[in-house]
């Protein structure tokens, strides 16, 4: 069974920065391409970045230039690293996990088929 955990989220101010973790087992870490997507309160699962096994990454034009995706090989973790956050940047943010490299079709929430539970980040002006 696949198991994703994200953890990091919080309450911050506006400029703040947040660090978003999401723990998996070495098997998903190594084999999956891995990504951030996120929902804010009545809007869609929106995609914030992917990271596919070539090392290759892909961002949302709203998170480019602020926010980091990467792995700590050490600890199988994928992090999302969020400099600048803004208001519009609160939302739950998720992890996913799936078998092959999404390309372009990364923003498709139907593309991922493993999901953790979502952490909550809350950006105020």
Known sequence: QVQ???????????????????????YIYTKHCMGWFRQAPGKELEGVAALDTDGDTSYADSSKGRFTISKDGVRNTLTLRMDSLKPEDTAVYYCA?????????????????????????????
Do not use: F
């Open 4 to 26: 994703l955990e994200e953890s990091g989220g919080g309450s911050v101010q506006a400029v703040g920065s947040l660090r978003l973790s999401c723990s998996a087992s070495q």
């Open 97 to 125: 996990a799936d078998t092959q490299n999404k390309r372009r079709l990364w923003v498709v929430p139907d593309a991922w088929t493993h999901w953790g539970q979502g952490t909550q980040v809350t950006v105020s002006s």
